[in-house]
Nanobody, 123 residues
Framework: QVQLVESGGGLVQAGGSLRVSCVPSARTFSGYNMGWFRQAPGKEREFVAA????????YYAGSVKGRFTISRDNAKGTVYLQMNSLKPEDTAVYYC????????????????WGQGTQVTVSS
């Protein structure tokens, strides 16, 4: 089936930067909204950022607004999350997702999910 593959995670010091990518394995997700979620151990998977197909304005969780930037290459379907000024509390597995739902901050809006990439921020 169609897969979304994340990459770019790793270990970074607090205050540093990292960019994670989400690449579709079989096709361009034309018409799909794309989002990033993250999940830390013992916590729920939470919304991070999203961008709607056909629009340029992104959506961000309050905890990352001003530090993270989501972007999309519509021709390839690749989605990026640029993470700056990283904090230890940003440590989590980051997942990309694709879907056609309206409420981009909710998991139910997405039909396809990647396997996740680990981001660890040290103090």
């Amino acid at each position: 089936q169609v897969q979304l593959v994340e990459s770019g995670g790793g270990l970074v010091q607090a205050g540093g930067s990292l960019r994670v990518s989400c690449v579709p394995s079989a096709r361009t997700f034309s018409g799909y909204n794309m989002g990033w979620f993250r999940q830390a151990p013992g916590k729920e998977r939470e919304f991070v950022a999203a961008i709607r197909w056909g629009e340029s304005n992104p959506y961000y969780a309050g905890s990352v607004k001003g530090r993270f930037t989501i972007s999309r290459d519509n021709a390839k379907g690749t989605v990026y999350l640029q993470m700056n000024s990283l904090k230890p509390e940003d440590t989590a597995v980051y997942y990309c997702a694709a879907g056609a739902g309206w409420m981009l901050r909710t998991r139910a809006a997405y039909d396809y999910w990647g396997q996740g990439t680990q981001v660890t921020v040290s103090s």
